[in-house]
C-alpha cells in the first residue's frame, strides 16, 4: 500500500505552502511485501519488462535540484515512498542528502520517509537519527488486525518484525509517526487499535480509510483498480471498509482522545478538522475544496498528477523532458485541481459539513446521492456522522485557541469533580463546549458514556 507519511504538526505538505508537494517513489512500486489491499503494486505494469527500478543518479539529481528550486518556502520536505524505499538501500539516500546540500541554496531540508519497518536495523536508524529524518511506520494495529493483510510474499505474517525495526528507531531516538489504514477487519476495534498505537509510543497518528474497487479483468495497461469514472455497478473489494464502519470508528476514536488526549497525542484528521473550524486551509489535500498540488514523481522521471491517480491520462510529462514547474503548472494539472470542487454533487453543495469535508477524494466519488445524482463519495455517511459528532468539542476548542488558550482546556468538561467538590457548571447552564444545549443534555451525558 502506498501511504502518506505525516510530520509532527500535521504532514509534510504543511511546510510546503505557497508550492506544490511531490512524492518520490525512488523504487517505484518493488515492494518486499504482499499486502492484500496494496493498489500500487499493480503500477509496475506501467513500465517496461526486465528495466530497473530503481530512480538513476541523473534523474534524482535533477529532481532533487529542481524541487528546491521551484519551491517558494524557506524548508523544503521531501517525502520518500514507494513501493518500500528501504529496498534502495541506506547508501542511495547518503547521496540525496549530498544533492540536497548542494542544491539547498540557504533553505532548510527537511525529509519524511514512509516504509513499513521490515528492513530498518542500527544502520538505518543511526542515518535516520544523524540526518533527522522523520520516518512513518505502517501499521494496522495489534497482530491479530496487522496480520490480517499485511503478509509478506509468500503470504506470511509481518507484525513481529515491523515492532523490531520500530525498536530500531527508538534505541536511536528517531521522530517517528504510524500509519493505520482502517479497513474491514479492523474497524471494529477502534479503541483495541487506538490504545495499542500509544503502547508502541506513537504520538503523531494517520488513518487511512481502505476504498477499493476491483475488476475481473485488467484493463489494457494491466491495471484492475477502478476510478468514479469506470462501472458503477461493481462493488467494493471484500477489504473495504464499510461507511458505518469507519464514521464509528473516528466517533469512538474521537471521544478517547477528547476526553484525555489533548495536546498529548495528536491524530491527523483531528488536527485538520481543527483547521477547518479555524478557517485555515485544510493541511491535507483530500479535505480542500480543490487539489492539484500533491503530485508523485516515479522513479523513470515521469510525473502523474496525484499518488491515486498513477496511470496514462494523469501522466504529466518526464522531469527529463519538461520542467517540474511547468509540469505542476500545466493547464492539465490545474484542471485535476479545479475538478475536485466544479464535480461536486449538489448534495454536497448544500451540506452543513461540507467546510471540513469538501467530498473527501475525487478518487473515493463513485456512490449516488439520495436525490440520484452520481459522484457521491463512498465514505459521505461517515464524514457527515464524524464531523457533526465533533462539531460540539471543535468549536469549543477553536474559540479557546481564538483566545489564546490551549485547547486541551476541553479535557475538564469530563472532570466534574475537581479537588473534591462539584464543578461549577450547573446541569441547566448552557454547555460550555459552545453547542448551545443545557449542559445536562449535552456533555454531562457524556461523561457518562451516554454519546
Request: aromatic share 12%; glycine share 8%.
Amino acid at each position: 500500500m502506498s501511504d502518506t507519511v505525516i510530520a509532527q504538526s500535521a504532514t509534510p505538505t504543511a511546510n510546503l505552502h505557497p508550492g506544490f508537494n511531490v512524492l518520490a517513489k525512488a523504487i517505484g512500486p518493488i515492494c518486499n511485501l504482499d499486502c492484500k489491499y496494496c493498489f500500487y503494486l499493480e503500477k509496475d505494469n506501467l513500465f517496461p519488462k526486465n528495466t530497473s527500478r530503481q530512480m538513476p543518479d541523473d534523474i534524482l539529481e535533477k529532481f532533487v535540484q529542481h524541487y528546491i528550486e521551484t519551491q517558494k518556502a524557506s524548508v523544503i520536505t521531501f517525502v520518500w515512498q514507494g513501493g518500500e524505499p528501504t529496498l534502495l538501500g541506506v547508501d542511495y539516500f547518503r547521496k540525496v542528502v549530498l544533492l540536497q546540500k548542494k542544491y539547498a541554496g540557504g533553505k532548510r531540508i527537511q525529509n519524511a520517509f514512509q516504509t513499513n519497518g521490515i528492513l530498518l536495523n542500527h544502520e538505518w536508524a543511526e542515518f535516520f537519527a544523524e540526518n533527522g529524518f522523520l520516518v512513518g511506520i505502517s501499521i494496522d494495529g495489534p497482530q491479530k488486525l496487522h496480520d490480517c493483510y499485511r503478509v509478506n510474499k509468500g503470504g506470511g505474517p509481518t507484525f513481529e518484525k515491523v515492532l523490531h525495526g520500530l525498536e530500531y528507531l527508538k534505541s536511536h531516538k528517531v521522530e517517528f509517526n504510524t500509519l493505520t489504514v482502517v479497513h474491514r477487519k479492523n474497524a471494529d476495534h477502534a479503541l483495541e487499535v487506538y490504545r495499542f498505537l500509544k503502547e508502541i509510543g506513537s504520538q503523531y497518528m494517520q488513518f487511512i480509510p481502505l476504498v477499493q474497487r476491483l475488476s475481473d479483468t485488467p484493463d489494457e495497461h494491466g491495471l484492475y483498480q477502478l476510478g468514479p469514472q469506470d462501472d458503477p455497478t461493481v462493488q467494493v473489494s471484500e477489504w473495504t471498509v464499510r461507511p458505518h464502519q469507519f464514521g464509528d470508528f473516528l466517533c469512538q476514536l474521537f471521544d478517547e482522545w477528547v476526553r484525555k488526549d489533548v495536546g498529548r497525542y495528536f491524530v491527523q484528521i483531528f488536527d485538520v478538522a481543527m483547521e477547518s473550524w479555524m478557517g485555515l486551509p485544510q493541511s491535507v489535500c483530500v479535505f480542500r475544496p480543490t487539489c492539484g498540488d500533491a503530485a508523485v514523481i516515479e522513479h523513470n522521471g515521469d510525473l502523474y498528477s496525484c499518488d491515486h491517480y498513477v496511470d496514462p491520462i494523469n501522466r504529466l510529462g518526464n522531469i527529463m523532458e519538461q520542467p517540474l514547474a511547468s509540469l505542476m503548472g500545466s493547464e492539465q494539472q490545474r484542471q485535476f485541481g479545479k475538478d475536485k470542487a466544479e464535480t461536486l454533487p449538489q448534495y454536497c453543495r448544500s451540506c452543513e459539513v461540507r467546510f471540513a469535508c469538501n467530498g473527501e477524494c475525487p478518487r473515493n466519488r463513485f456512490a449516488t446521492s439520495p436525490q440520484g445524482e452520481y459522484g457521491l463519495n463512498y465514505l459521505c455517511a461517515a464524514y457527515k456522522k464524524f464531523f457533526t459528532h465533533i462539531a460540539p468539542h471543535m468549536q469549543f476548542m477553536a474559540s479557546e485557541l481564538r483566545e489564546q488558550r490551549s485547547p486541551a482546556n476541553i479535557t475538564l468538561q469530563f472532570q466534574p469533580h475537581i479537588n473534591g467538590r462539584q464543578d461549577s457548571i450547573g446541569r441547566n447552564d448552557p454547555c460550555f463546549c459552545g453547542s448551545g444545549k443545557k449542559y445536562k443534555k449535552c456533555c454531562a451525558n457524556k461523561e457518562h458514556g451516554r454519546l
